[in-house]
């Protein structure tokens, strides 16, 4: 191939993990051309108003269904908020006012009238927000398109790679029916709804590629890395050759791992791992089974429930909880508590100057009583199994832990009040990820029954390196030595009072660290379901007493280089045939 824009790597955020490797599809929203012109008959234009909201939530019924075909309801809920604006009195009233008072082009009113609410969402802070405010795009020049007459182009012959300067839910799940094999964009994080979805149907995708799109042409080729958050355009013979066999080796390899399923996450010595899933959709609980995890070690409530636009209510809550609870028994299930604020939306519009370190996970809950202990009587009326646990997050003091087992407690007495069932000896654990809680980590441990290291907050606090900041990203290093050491010293401390310490941060899942991870005692770690094959290969693959060694050798260094390097070498060493690297 000789092509000006050879083997170049674009580096962006992987959205939906999986390698491939296809031609591009070029998805470029035609930028509608909107004119102001001055209308005659205002009926006309209302009429034509009407059939293209007819038009638009008739195919927007249509991915609906599809949606929830292909990641069932709760997620697909997303269209039916997109549907419910297209009904909106409010909106479609305003906008029938101004063509009769203005007496435009029904294109004209309904852009303007649109953007004015995407511009209040984009002033806002959350990314959240922004997002949702590309959510409205769609709902817009869905109806500029059929007031215009024109057709959806989604028609794709060959397997490709879909490359746009952003995706919306709706576009996904559209591509994903006909040939799309990943999905590149210019825009967009990992809490869009468009890398949800890709996840969900499995679709490798990167995003946040800035100006990827200005570089690529109609027929390049492209690789899309999902694992490492790339893209490569027209790649040279060499590296294809490597990503295909890479392609090839991650089908063999998902086939033999498959073979673990049943067996458990023990070190060649004997040591055996809790090896659990973290929960961020529901529709994962499947793949959570399908891989043989030993349980839930998180389930992240506020993303379970993040397609509603209120607080789901106490019986909802409890039949999501209890269903989860049934599928996994007598596996454990552990409900994180809502973990709002940070990047995570409020319910409510507060603007704060740092919301990560602002009215965040437990402080919130405490000051929002009512809201906290409906969710914890759902959680404790789903617990009839005896497998569930309570953890909270973003603990910074014993009197948060004290205040949060009285109010357990409150919920307790009101259900026995009821005659209402419950686990009793039911487990309450905290994340450790704020640096007083690690500090702290021994009298922490004292008053619950486990800790979970976060060490996705943990090490943003404990670096003051802000996890979003794509600015400071390299100096965000889970191999920091001051990391290393903050983490063995709450294993210590938490052992020391015979408290279960768990993980359920990032760190866990990555490859490098599990071996230094089981070294330093953890006695579970949690991932994301995908993972839990390799990483379950990965200490069946090792020896404690080697991974010990490992551990102590990476608690004397100063650099993060020196860990990196050395695990690195462990890695090549003791892991490389064993499994053959991704
Ligand atoms: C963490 O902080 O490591 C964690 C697991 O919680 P979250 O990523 O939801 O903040
Ligand atoms: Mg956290």
Redesign the pocket.
Known sequence: MNKQNQNILIKGIGAAPGISFAKVYLYAKEKELISDAVITDVDEAIAALHDAIFRSKKELNKIFDLAVYKLGEKRAAIFEAQIMILDDPVLINTIKERIKNEKKVPEYIVHDEITKYQDLMNQAREPYMKERSQDIEDIKNRIIRNLKKKRWQSRIEEDVIVIAKSLTPADTVLFSRVNAKGFACDFGGLTSHAAIVARSLNIPAVVGLHDATAKINADDNVIVDGFRGEIIINPSTEVEKEYLDKIIRLAQFDAKLSVLKHEPAVTTDGREIDLMA?LDLLEEIEIVKENGADGIG?V?TEQIFSSQDQFPDEDIQYETYLKLADDLAPNKLIIRVF?IG?DKVLPFDVKEPNPFLGWRGIRFLLDNKKLFKTQLRAILRASMKQNILIMI?MISSIAEIRSSKLLIEECRNELRQENVQFDENIKVGI?V?VPSAAVMAGEFAEEVDFISI?????IQYLLAVDRGNEIVSNQYQEFHPAVIRTIRHIIKEGKNDHTFVSM???MAGDTLAVPLLVGLGLDSISVSPAMIPIIKKIIRSISYSEAKSLADKCLIFKTEKEISNLLQEFNDVYLKDAIQKI
Do not use: H
């Open positions: 973290n998180l992240r973990d940070g997050p994340m990820e976060g060490t996705n907050d943990l359920c941060g990032e």
